[in-house]
């Protein structure tokens, strides 16, 4: 990083060497500025534009606008994109591209697509830019109109990528998988950000089928295996449920990076197997790669899972101590959920007690959760009250101390507790999950009567919960939300 001081002193040098910076120099200038950190520098330099006479230089104006869009001033940069004198010519293409980014960046979403369709000519960067814009500001529609407005002709992989990615990150998974294999329909090879976000979009849906088709094409050479794509393959098969083919990627990656690691422990840790999470733990360690914040907070979740409460606050201390890494709230919340699995309450409390950060609604909702466990009222009273007084809108703190209150016989409490719900407008967002079959995504909400084979669905729910009640299983109901009747109390825990 250069400071202000520092490209003074080398302006005045240029100067008094006789050499005059000039319209190859400034744009060096202005791509150093993005790493400062300082807004006030582009104004300098901007100031030595002008006293230089190149402020009407295309290439300096396009630099000047694009340092303005990158340091969040886009107010600057529409303002000399409007005093520029080329702007209605053909050739001024990029400068359109760069101020149609910099209003997405900041959410102006009308004001790119008034300039968008003002531009006197356009390329495939036009198209890609405003995107890409619409799909970071959640104008999913507006982009896939877009996109579908462009001829077949002018759609590169980027154009392809952008729409995918998009999709992926409003949530639309599904969608950006049946893109991804048209677009392979179509011939268009994907690289590897394409591949990720395909990637990505299986692992959030659990769609095992599709991922494996991806690897298939990864592995007949459509890109190179990077430690970028091999991580989300990685990530792919070990939250889709396949742990052993996810250590198959690990072990054939010749490349590792810390979030390889990571994903592998965390993987490990999420399917049972905390003693090879530990293990994987420890041979990162003696390969060179310093434990993260990430790989910490597996490894003492996956103690919490197995019980293995002096191990993980071991490992705890050991996150300062040996690796100078402060904690975060969820490590501090992972080490309530170890203490308080394992029964450990005033132990717990007094932890909470202790931490330097203000307990939040990860804290005192790991600390219920483990009183359910423990049939503990008392504590649970309390972790329930501190959660209604964080998150007096959150549905989850009101069910948890109206259980609380059911569980010890007082109803009239229930009652309150539930009036005060309704009255201030609470409501419990409904469950939901998602499975595969034969290709195609299913996805359900609690209560479903939307699907075109309910019938079938809730035919063999029954049959396998009378089946589970036939070898004994007695569901707790004590927890469960005390005013609903005894046939969905049942039902909603697997009872009939």
């Known amino acids: 990083m250069i400071p202000l001081r520092n490209i003074n002193i080398l302006r005045w040098l240029m100067l008094k060497m006789g050499i005059k910076p000039n319209k190859l120099t400034y744009p060096f200038v202005l791509k150093s500025i993005l790493g400062l950190g300082d807004k006030g520098v582009g104004g300098v330099v901007h100031c030595g534009v002008m006293k230089m006479g190149l402020e009407y230089d295309v290439f300096v104006r396009v630099c000047l606008v694009e340092m303005y869009v990158k340091v969040e001033l886009v107010s600057l940069a529409l303002q000399l994109f409007d005093e520029s004198p080329v702007r209605k010519k053909v050739e001024s293409v990029l400068l359109w591209n760069v101020v149609i980014n910099g209003c997405c960046k900041i959410g102006w979403v009308s004001k790119a697509l008034v300039l968008f369709n003002e531009m006197p000519a356009r390329n495939v960067g036009s198209w890609n830019t405003l995107l890409s814009g619409l799909m970071r500001n959640e104008e999913v529609d507006k982009a896939m109109e877009l996109f579908d407005g462009m001829k077949k002709s002018e759609r590169n992989v980027v154009s392809w990528t ?5 999709l992926t990150l409003n949530g639309l998974h599904q969608k950006g998988l049946d893109l991804f294999f048209k677009m392979a329909e179509e011939g268009i090879k994907p690289n590897s950000l394409t591949i990720v976000s395909a990637l990505s979009a299986c692992e959030k849906t659990g769609a095992l089928e599709a991922g494996r088709k991806i690897h298939d094409s990864i592995t007949n050479n459509v890109v190179r295996l990077n430690v970028v794509l091999g991580n989300a393959l990685l990530d792919m098969y070990a939250k889709c449920g396949y742990i052993e083919s996810a250590s198959l990627v690990f072990s054939g990656l010749k490349e590792k990076d810390i979030r390889t690691w990571s994903i592998m422990i965390w993987g490990w840790e999420i399917h049972g197997h905390v003693d090879k999470a530990l293990r994987c733990f420890e041979q990162m360690r003696l390969a060179g790669i310093k434990p993260d914040r990430v790989s910490f907070l597996a490894v003492l979740t996956g103690c919490s899972h197995a019980g293995r409460v002096d191990q993980g606050l071991q490992i705890f201390d050991s996150m300062q101590r040996d690796c100078s890494i402060e904690p975060a709230m969820k490590h501090y919340a992972a080490v309530v959920d170890l203490l308080g699995r394992a029964g450990r309450f005033d132990e717990a409390l007094k932890f909470i007690e202790s931490m330097p950060l203000e307990p939040d609604y990860v804290i005192w909702g790991a600390l219920f959760s483990a009183c359910r466990a423990h049939k503990n009222i008392e504590v649970a009273k309390v972790a329930s009250e501190k959660l209604l007084q964080l998150e007096p809108k959150h549905a989850g703190g009101y069910l948890f101390l109206s259980n609380v209150y059911a569980r010890a016989g007082r109803w009239d409490d229930v009652e309150r507790v539930r009036s005060s719900m309704k009255n201030k407008n609470v409501e419990q967002n409904p469950g939901w999950s998602s499975m595969e079959v034969d290709g195609q ?12 084979r309910k019938q079938e669905i809730y035919s063999k729910l029954e049959e396998i919960i009378m089946g589970a009640n ?24 697997g009872k009939s």
């Open 470 to 493: 036939q070898q004994g299983y007695m569901p707790e109901t004590e927890w469960v939300l005390h005013n609903i009747d005894e046939e969905e109390e049942g039902r909603s825990v």
């Open 441 to 452: 995504l299913h996805t359900f909400v609690t209560g479903d009567n939307a699907h075109t």
């Open 162 to 166: 952008c729409v995918i990615n998009g």
